[in-house]
């Protein structure tokens, strides 16, 4: 079985400042991982993934996130919050190999304040 | 490159009517298409697979007969909901597959918001 952990339901940054979302993953096999971003009443965007690559992965929009498999994470990061950054935000994960059925974490909300 | 679209947008239909929604691959082949059903302020719930010339798989709790899907191509899958009720307001997403150098990855609609009246 997988699971994802998200963390934080809510975070708060202000423009030009870091920011950090955690996730930790379990799965008992080779896992993919994926970060999506959803705006409101909108669709999910795909922002990276880990395929068993690189484990630092750098995706769109100035994310990035680092594969850790001593510590199970794949937190998401970005040097400097934009306003535009404020979405909601959700942790993924497939099993390599065993189809492409998504397990999702429960999401962090993120805002960006002035 | 994969682009996923859905019509409609948003929908409003008076209870015990029945409701269809499309998911197309614009730009890709998608053999296997999702849908999800997502409920304000919460996560994605997947409630089937659908696969390209073949029954879809339904989730568990999941009313086949209620959420009718077909995938009758290789970029179109509908999700028809049938006699609705107003607890199946909710907001329809789909997802298709987009397979390229071995490694799978689903890209999503922009969704569709159904209310039932």
């Known amino acids: 079985a997988q699971s994802v952990t998200q963390l934080d339901s809510h975070v708060s940054v202000s423009e030009g400042t870091p920011v950090l979302l955690r996730c930790n993953y379990s799965?008992?096999?080779?896992?993919?991982l994926f970060w999506y971003v959803q705006h409101p009443n909108k669709g999910l965007q795909l922002l990276l993934k880990?395929?068993?690559?690189?484990?630092l992965v750098k995706g769109i929009n100035g994310f990035e996130a680092e594969f850790k498999k001593s510590e199970t994470s794949f937190h998401l990061t970005k040097p400097s919050a934009h306003m535009s950054d404020a979405a909601e935000y959700f942790c993924v994960v497939s099993l390599t190999g065993g189809g492409n059925k998504l397990t999702f974490g429960t999401g962090t909300q993120l805002k960006v304040e002035l | 490159g994969a682009v996923v679209s859905q019509h409609p947008s948003r929908v409003i239909c008076k209870s015990g009517t029945s409701v269809k929604i499309e998911c197309r691959s614009l730009?890709?082949?998608?053999?296997?298409m999702f849908w999800y059903r997502q409920f304000p302020k919460q996560s994605l719930m997947l409630m089937a697979t659908s696969n390209e010339g073949s029954k879809a798989t339904y989730e568990q709790g999941v009313e086949k007969d209620k959420f009718l899907i077909n995938h009758a191509s290789l970029t179109l899958s509908t999700l028809t909901v049938t006699s609705a009720h107003p607890e199946d307001s909710s907001f329809y997403i789909c997802s298709a597959d987009y397979v390229t150098g071995g490694i799978q990855t689903q890209y999503f609609g922009p969704g569709t918001r159904l209310l039932v009246l």
């Open positions: 730009d890709f082949q998608a053999t296997t």
């Open positions: 799965s008992s096999y080779s896992p993919s």
């Open positions: 880990y395929t068993s690559a690189a484990t």
